[in-house]
């Protein structure tokens, strides 16, 4: 129960990090162009990864509470039932992440890369990094931005249709990245505790969702097509 209860504890804490720092741009949006590509790009992203991490928190913690979590008196299902809108209304998770897409588009793709600038002024505090002995999660952040960006040029380069097939692992890994970045600035911040530590280097172990270019080809959306509708009729 320890372990399913610091999962909780941890994306709790990492929504909350994505929502103040965007919270915290957007007082300030008007004040810079680069700040202004960054908050067009993450507001659909912050969104999208709060609300769902909003329905799998209540999930778990209903599970949590056994029986007692199912009955109406204790007001869990009613939170639960609550929590599935936030992925409904506003946007739904699909649409959002093509959102993402057509805020970087728009940018001509001048919004990555702003976000990868703003990204960097956090993983590039090597004195503070290499005193709290956290240059390994830095450089794991370091590259998980190099493969996103790569991946975007290829992709762009190639075949600009694929970044629809790839939008929603995309927009999952663009928040991952960023709440990495927050969490290793906290880390390293002189007030931080052992557990902002032990944080980081959790996050950093768990990997981003983009996967190899290849994954997201049109004879691996064709198959992705068979899979779903196999036994019905499809029309092109």
Request: charge should be neutral.
């Amino acid at each position: 129960l320890h372990t399913t209860s610091c999962c909780l504890s941890s994306s709790m804490e990492t929504s909350y990090h994505l929502l103040s720092q965007y919270i915290q741009l957007f007082s300030c949006w008007c004040s810079h162009i680069i700040v202004t590509l960054i908050l067009r790009l993450m507001m659909p992203v912050a969104k999208l990864y709060t609300a769902k991490k909003c329905v799998a928190i209540t999930s778990e913690g209903l599970e949590s509470f056994g029986g007692l979590g199912y009955i109406e008196d204790s007001s869990l299902p009613t939170l639960y039932r609550d929590a599935q809108v936030l992925p409904i209304w506003e946007g739904t998770t699909n649409i959002l992440s093509l959102d993402v897409l057509r805020a970087l588009q728009k940018s001509n793709g001048v919004a990555i890369h702003a976000l990868v600038k703003h990204t960097k002024t956090r993983t590039s505090v090597k004195d503070r990094i290499q005193h709290f002995e956290l240059q390994t999660e830095a450089n794991t952040i370091n590259t998980w931005l190099e493969t996103t960006v790569g991946f975007v040029s290829e992709v762009m380069e190639s075949d600009p249709y694929m970044m629809e097939n790839a939008a929603r692992d995309f927009a999952f890994t663009l928040a991952h990245i960023y709440i990495g970045s927050l969490l290793l600035e906290k880390a390293c911040h002189t007030s931080s505790s052992m557990l902002d530590i032990i944080t980081i280097k959790r996050w950093c172990q768990k990997g981003i969702p983009l996967r190899s270019v290849d994954h997201y080809k049109s004879l691996e959306s064709e198959r992705d097509l068979h899979l779903v509708m196999d036994g019905y009729k499809t029309t092109k």
